[in-house]
């Protein structure tokens, strides 16, 4: 049964630092390509980072490059990400994802497995 389990969600002030964790089982984690993902308030889910097999390419949204990173432990089987610097913009329900591809994709239909999402409120 594929499973992915997102956790360190919470709430934090504007300025402050998260680090997001996702569990990934039943699945062969390694030959997967890894995303974040984010729905805010009354808004589309929309891209944030994703991560290829081995972890040496990523890409961000430019909303929040220079402020996230993604990063994956293989060994683990799980990928984080690491959020800085948030804004309150930044409020959402964040979702892992996982595309059985090769390539690094902005798509959420190409991803082929969700979690169920943690929150992450920022306040001013």
């Known amino acids: 049964q594929v499973q992915l389990v997102e956790s360190g969600g919470g709430f934090v002030q504007a300025g402050d630092s998260l680090t997001l964790a996702c569990a990934a089982s039943g699945f062969t984690f390694g030959n997967h390509v890894m995303g974040w993902f984010r729905q805010g308030p009354g808004k589309e889910r929309e891209f944030v980072a994703t991560i290829t097999w081995g972890g040496k390419s990523t890409n961000y949204a430019a909303s929040i490059r220079g402020r996230f990173t993604i990063s994956r432990d293989n060994t683990k089987d799980r990928v984080y990400l690491q959020m800085n610097r948030l804004k309150p913009e930044d409020t959402a329900v964040y979702y892992c994802?996982?595309?059985?591809?090769?390539?690094?994709?902005?798509?959420?239909?190409?991803?082929?497995?969700w979690g169920q999402g943690t929150q992450v409120t920022v306040s001013s």
């Open positions: 994802a996982a595309a059985n591809q090769y390539s690094l994709s902005h798509s959420p239909t190409d991803y082929n497995y």
